[in-house]
């Protein structure tokens, strides 16, 4: 039996990732901070579907989780880099505390994380790893400065890495997903602004399953839904000082 971990589990795209991995009939790892969900969904999950679920409480957001998280969990086929959060609001207003939470997890975590889980699967010539990114990674966002070039960070580690191990039978795979239905908006203070009042707004399932057959299809890089392969491609042919004003307007 093949073990998967998924960061982020307790809600939004995690859950629906342990789904499908549940589905497919992958021991799991579920990580996040509710511990109590995670045994909710565990019980779930191992009922419906007849697989191991182990449940790891844990905030990944502070310096050294990837490596507690490693000293738990030592072996691991498929690993969802997943975890991560946002903050809409001036920079200089948003706390320290807060912009080095996001940093860690969204990055360095995730970072940690694919590099504790990479030898062993380069030993075996097999293994995947989906790292979540976000279409906000294709540019600079006036308002949410932090959370875009942590995005932008995770795009191009992964297409770097993913090119490192080309031909070694494991594969990086980086979802895309524009603004999508989970608790990401209310978590970010993003629920009134444009991002998510007028731009088409995503199915978590639907969003996650496009992540999860990538993966399996060892696809670089995924980005579920025209609308956002659209921003994705004018952030490669729009002048930068347009893409500047359009993200202030969607993120103010
Ligand atoms: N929803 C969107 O519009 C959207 C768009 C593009 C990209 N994304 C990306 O998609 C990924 C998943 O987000 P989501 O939309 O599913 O958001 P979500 O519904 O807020 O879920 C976030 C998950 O991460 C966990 N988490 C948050 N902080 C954590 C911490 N410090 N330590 C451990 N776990 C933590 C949360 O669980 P606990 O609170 O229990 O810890 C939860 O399980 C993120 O990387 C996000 O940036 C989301």
Request: net charge positive; glycine share 8%.
């Amino acid at each position: 039996m093949s073990r998967a971990i998924v960061t982020g589990a307790s809600g939004g795209l995690g859950l629906e990732f342990a789904k499908l991995l549940a589905a497919d009939h992958y021991d799991l790892v579920l990580i996040a901070r509710s511990a109590d969900t995670l045994i909710a969904i565990a019980a779930d999950l191992k009922n419906r579907y007849g697989v191991n679920v182990e449940t790891l409480p844990l905030d990944l957001s502070k310096p050294g989780a990837a490596a507690a998280v490693f000293a738990r969990v030592s072996e691991c086929d498929v690993l969802i880099n997943n975890a991560g959060f946002g903050t809409n609001g001036r920079f200089e207003e948003t706390s320290e505390e807060r912009i080095r939470e996001e940093v860690t997890l969204d990055v360095l975590t995730l970072t940690e994380l694919a590099r504790a889980y990479l030898p062993q699967m380069c030993a075996r010539k097999a293994g995947r790893i989906l790292n979540v990114a976000s279409t906000a990674g294709f540019l600079p966002g006036p308002f949410m400065a932090v959370y875009y070039a942590c995005k932008a960070y995770v795009i191009s580690f992964s297409q770097a890495i993913a090119e490192e191990l080309r031909g070694s039978g494991v594969t990086v795979t980086c979802l895309c997903p524009g603004p999508t239905a989970t608790s990401f908006a209310d978590r970010a203070h993003a629920t009134q602004t444009r991002l998510f009042r007028v731009q088409p707004v995503s199915n978590a399932a639907a969003v996650a399953l496009a992540g999860y057959r990538g993966m399996q299809r060892g696809r670089d890089l995924v980005i579920p839904g025209l609308w956002n392969n659209l921003v994705a491609l004018s952030s490669r042919i729009a002048p930068r000082r347009i893409l500047l004003w359009v993200s202030r307007k969607t993120n103010e």
